[in-house]
């Protein structure tokens, strides 16, 4: 948690940002995982943790613009809870340390509430995604659960994301942090990539490294030889003397603040000189996408300049026919690098995508472009200092992509079909790092994970026993 000032802050700058109104924060309760005392590991909600800081379950702020005042509604622990939890604050300390001074039982929320709507005030929130918030929000407001997301404020989504989008010193180096152990897991993942242990220890174990030194992983760890499926979280297999394991895994800070890298690891130790050829265009792709990031450019342009790289080297290898230019235009990179390039990271691993992407990562001057491929890039406008981003290019055999458009003639004019049929089973490589815009240009947040392939040969060798 940040110091109390930063918090008021934030409140007040949101206050003036909205003009008017009752803003509504709630923050998140436990989840059951099979029975209502048996709960998933308790995670915050990040727009509360951003404004009231408090990383506890059943608590729900509000932001009083017209009369200038922060609230906090939970209810106090009773002995019950004291017998099993242990003792804790009040939640009128709670809230004194995150500089509010008004707290009030949850019962009392419903009050408040329908005082302002009567009183014609308007009431902001941004869409809940979770269940109990949105039956929360539903009986606080009398809006049908499948219609809070149409009522939800605009103006409060533009105003928390223009606040958010921009990350601030103390922030950074909680990133840093999770950066730091976002390192020591991907080392760890490099120096077990040896034939025959199971791809469940190394994720089991990158798992109890990000719960050893923050909240736990930012999402759910990506770990896997069968890179082509590019979220794939089955870790079944063995590993296999030759084959190539995708790593994309990040860790929370104790604040929360996520970090987000992939690296591709050939097991036992040895790229083959075919997925050296691979690798080296999706490496060449990473670092155009790092040296064009700056402040300025729109990250949709940064997308296509890499997209451009990926298509050069892939009709460097045959894969590809044709202009260029003409091939990415068309969209016939896709094929192979059917995703974006990037996105915000922040307290969330996709920072504010519970907004609604289109209002993080898009604006009215950039819009998204309705194309296979490009169309899943979540950021798209032009860059600012204190962005924090992911620059995570790849190249896949997706066999069943690679059917679809054989058989729909989709780009043929540019594709060599027979080709990429030829590499179905060699997997899939993405490279990711996570990045700060600065004044001038950018640079990556961390150390930088071995990357060059020699760098991470060495790395697989020394885990060998
Ligand atoms: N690293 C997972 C993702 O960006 O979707
Ligand atoms: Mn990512």
Known sequence: MFSKEIYIQRRAILRQKMGSGLILIPGNQESPMNYTENTYHFRQDSTFLYFFGLDLPGMFGVIDVDNNLDLLYANDVDIEDIIWMGPQKSVAEQAFTVGVDVTAPLEKLNQTIERAINGGRKVHFIPPYRAANM??????????????????????IQSIVSMRSIKDAAEIAEIELA???????????????????????????????????????????????????????????????????????????NGHYASDFTRTIPVGGKFSQKQKDIYNIVLAANNTGLSLTKPGVTYQSVHLKVARVIAAGLKDLGFINGDVDEAVASGAHALFFPHGLGHMMGLDVHDMEDYGQIHVGYDSQVRPIDQFGTAYLRLGRKLEPGFVITNEPGIYFIPALIEKWEKEGINKEFINFEKAKSYIGFGGIRLEDDVLVTETGARLLGKRIPIDPEDVETVVASGRN
């Open 179 to 253: 950066c730091a152990t976002g390192y020591e897991m991907h080392v760890t993942a490099m120096k077990m990539a040896q034939p025959g242990i199971m791809e469940q220890q190394i994720a089991g174990i990158l798992e109890g490294m990000a719960l050893s030194k923050g909240t736990g992983t930012s999402f759910p760890i990506i770990l896997t030889q069968n890179g082509e499926t590019l979220h794939n979280h089955n870790h079944s297999f063995p590993l296999e003397a030759g084959r190539l394991m995708i790593v994309d895994a990040g860790a929370e800070s």
């Open 135 to 156: 039956i929360q929000l539903s009986s606080l407001l009398g809006i049908k659960t499948c219609k809070l997301k149409q009522y939800s404020s605009l103006a409060l």
